[in-house]
């Protein structure tokens, strides 16, 4: 139908005369003369109907409108110089129509193409449209190419691409799997995939060496700005290798993407920090090292204290941590605000010191001895202006508060750094957490992570195993994570006993995995991404939604389809299932 894409009309073409088709993107009428901007997914050309080409075409196009389908014939001309568009590729040339069809018509559009901002649930419900907004497709284009990258990098790096089914049984991730009910098996049912793990294992125990897959994940949680409930993975798995080896490959795959989707080299080495560090300096696992601002433990400053709020922290085992504010001037207002601030992230209290006049004031400094008084002056290097916040409780509580205090403070005045992306390799992973939820310990990553020492030095205190497990984390935002993976039964059957997970339990669950380790299964390990969640950290987008083609609502819904809907009696029937909510 057409002789070449509209955005790829160039100066060669001049003289010549070319059918193009597209998309009525923008029309101006023009003393007598009618410029349509054609557009297709290379971008667009202007189009120029006049009498003096062709009396016909030009009176019928008064009848074409916005998004009208058109196919047109026409010699490509150099515009006059006065308008040129430097903004276009196409800017210097223009097609003088001869003749033109139109392929389909348009109703009036729910939203404008070129509006700033259209409404999201408008976009979402009429996504075809807003798929076919240039800035919309430059984001599928970019995701397009990461795909490319992906399989470039890690096939020039002996990896194979395998598919991994999604009607499987629950893998063990943590989150709500979405089930799907099996017909030819009435009362049973598969739950789609969390990710690809046990299979991703059972492909290295089958001799497979390096495998990775670009693939979809299904995790039924409530959703937050950065969550979906179908999300792509780029899932890597590899036999005969320990921790460096995993982040190395990573690290290159890594640097590839930047490099593809920033357009700008990228050949840096990704720092790498201990969890207990990472826990001890900025409160998190992820931390943020856009800036600076770390927290420091001054439990040991008041070992003898008078004040009776750290006394009783002390001798509960908790401890009290501190985090200094230079070079910003505070108001009164500003200090209650931060105090409400942390009490609404759950600290019982936040405490501030400023200097001032050389002088150390709060309403607690009255309970503080000089000795105390000093020593926390000469911890934090306190200058006249500075603010000290502090914060006293069990350590899982300081910590966590204190880490979402100081990304407050970092984004309330301003402190992180702009255009610069700073990686982080989180390691050392305790192997266990508690879960209050099961009273019980449970894995932090997955159960078939290994530990780095034997599990049988546990002592009681989570964080006395450590996990050959590593965390990929972009400016305070995990993008990746894996771990090196238990390979031998005796192994694997040791930490379902740590984890009060009983043998019939864990071989109903995953016997076929058990089964495997006990048949020539080689050490193996891998890491899996988020896909869209780096394209869209990448990109410098706001949402995951904005990364993928359909996503769904906060909901769980897609405005397009209406998914998810009920399904016909005859349907249920046939699954013998019986509905309760209509
Ligand atoms: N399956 C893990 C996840 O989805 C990643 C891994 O251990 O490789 O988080």
Same mark, same amino acid.
């Given at each position: @139908?057409?002789?070449?894409?509209? #955005? ?13 088709? $597209? ?8 003393? #007598?003369?009618?410029?349509? +901007? ?22 019928? *196009? ?7 389908? %058109? ?16 903004? &276009? ?37 009429? /996504?075809?449209? +807003?798929? /076919? ?24 790096? $002996? ?44 492909? @290295? ?16 949680? +409530? ?23 995993? %982040? ?6 890594? @640097? ?19 969890? *207990?560090d990472a826990m001890e300096l900025y409160g998190t696992?992820?931390p943020d090292l856009r800036f600076g601002l770390p927290l420091t433990d001054i439990t040991g400053i008041f070992q003898e204290t008078e004040f009776g709020v750290f006394r009783k922290t002390i001798e509960?085992?908790g401890i009290i941590k501190g985090l200094v504010l230079k070079g910003k001037t505070l108001s009164r207002k500003d200090l209650d605000t931060a105090v409400d601030t942390a009490k609404a992230m759950g600290a019982g209290g936040l405490i501030w010191i400023r200097k001032e006049n050389d002088i150390l004031q709060s309403p607690i400094v009255k309970f503080l001895k000089d000795e105390e008084k000093s020593s926390l002056s000469g911890t934090f290097d306190l200058s006249n202006g500075d603010v000290l916040f502090i914060v006293a409780d069990s350590k899982?509580k300081a910590n966590d508060v204190m880490g979402r205090f100081r990304l407050y403070l970092g984004e309330r005045f301003d402190l992180i750094e ?5 990686? %982080? ?29 034997? &599990?049988?030095?546990?002592? #009681? +205190?989570?964080?006395? &195993?450590?996990?050959?497990?590593? !965390?990929?984390?972009?400016?305070g ?12 039964? !005796? ?19 995953? $016997?076929?995995?058990?089964? *495997? ?42 405005? @397009? ?22």
């Open positions: @139908m057409r002789d070449k894409h509209c #955005g790829l009309v160039s100066g060669d073409d001049i003289g010549k005369v070319i059918n193009l088709a $597209g998309w009525v993107f923008r029309r101006r009428d023009h003393g #007598g003369l009618i410029f349509i +901007d054609l557009r297709d997914i290379t971008g667009i050309v202007q189009v120029v109907f006049s009498p003096d080409i062709s009396q016909g075409a030009h009176e019928r *196009a008064g009848d074409i409108k916005q998004e009208y389908v %058109l196919k047109i014939t026409g010699k490509v001309e150099k515009r006059p110089p006065e308008t040129e568009n430097p903004n &276009i590729p196409t800017g210097t040339v223009e097609v003088l129509v001869s003749s033109f069809e139109i392929l389909n018509t348009s109703k009036p559009l729910p939203f404008q193409l070129d509006e700033e901002e259209p409404n999201e649930s408008l976009r979402l419900k009429y /996504r075809y449209l +807003d798929l /076919r907004r240039p800035e919309i497709q430059k984001i599928f284009l970019a995701r397009h190419k990461a795909y490319r990258t992906t399989r470039d990098y890690l096939v020039n790096n $002996g990896f194979y691409e395998i598919e991994t089914p999604f009607l499987t049984k629950s893998t063990p991730e943590g989150a709500r799997d979405f089930i799907v009910p099996s017909r030819l098996n009435p009362g049973m049912f598969y739950a789609l995939p969390q990710s690809p793990q046990l299979f991703k294992q059972i492909l @290295m125990i089958g001799g497979f060496d390096r495998y990775f897959q670009i693939v979809r994940c299904f995790r039924d949680e +409530d959703l937050r700005a950065d969550r979906q409930p179908e999300f792509t993975q780029i899932d890597i798995e590899m036999s005969f290798v320990d921790v460096d080896d995993v %982040l190395a490959i990573s690290e290159g795959l890594i @640097m590839s993407l930047y490099k593809e989707l920033k357009g700008v080299p990228a050949d840096f080495q990704i720092p790498r920090m201990k969890y *207990a696992d992820k509960q085992g899982d702009k255009g610069v992306d700073r990686f %982080l390799w989180v390691i050392d992973f305790p192997l266990l957490e508690y879960s209050e939820e099961e009273k019980r310990f449970v894995a932090r990553h997955h159960p078939f992570t290994s530990p780095k020492e034997s &599990i049988r030095n546990f002592n #009681g +205190d989570y964080e006395s &195993i450590i996990a050959r497990a590593y !965390d990929l984390v972009l400016n935002v995990e993008i990746g994570g894996g771990s090196i993976r238990n390979y031998r039964m !005796d192994e694997q059957m040791e930490m379902f006993r740590l984890l009060n997970i009983k043998e019939e339990d864990a071989v109903e669950k995953f $016997g076929f995995l058990l089964e *495997a380790l006990e048949m020539g299964a080689p050490p193996h390990g891998g890491i899996a991404f988020g896909f869209d969640r780096i394209l869209m950290m990448f990109l410098g987008l706001e949402s995951i939604r904005d990364v993928i083609p359909f996503p769904k609502t906060q909901k769980g819904t897609c405005l @397009m389809t209406g998914a998810p809907s009920n399904i016909g009696q005859k349907q249920l029937n046939e699954l013998r299932i019986k509905t309760v909510v209509k």
